[in-house]
């Protein structure tokens, strides 16, 4: 059974800084992305940020210049790492694994809130 547990969310005053961690454990095939999404009260979720099998990454136009996706394999491990952050940044962050291939299976951590506020 996959799991991916996140860490690292919590409060944070604007202009703040905050790391996001999300560790993947049990059997899963060949990875094609590793990202993070966000859901806000109200509002859909959203692709933050994404970073492929080949290193290639892709960012939310919102986030731009302030965030920044690594991975490291040999943990399966995905960080997220959110600078300046806004009281617009505020939501539930979710960790996401996407396989390779029409059958690959996406999987989802569980969430961990980040809240913005003075």
């Known amino acids: 059974q996959v799991q991916l547990v996140e860490s690292g969310g919590g409060l944070v005053q604007p202009g703040g800084s905050l790391r996001l961690s999300c560790a993947a454990s049990g059997t899963i095939r060949s990875i094609n992305a590793m990202g993070w999404y966000r859901q806000a009260p109200g509002k859909q979720r959203e692709l933050v940020a994404r970073?492929?099998?080949?290193?290639?990454?892709n960012y939310a136009d919102s986030v731009k210049g302030r965030a920044t996706i690594s991975r490291d394999n040999a943990k399966r491990t995905v960080y997220l790492q959110m600078n300046s952050l806004k009281p617009d940044d505020t939501a539930v962050y979710y960790c996401n694994i996407k396989e390779l291939g029409p059958r690959g299976s996406d999987y989802w951590g569980q969430g961990t809130q980040v809240t913005v506020s003075s």
């Open positions: 970073i492929f099998s080949n290193g290639n990454t």
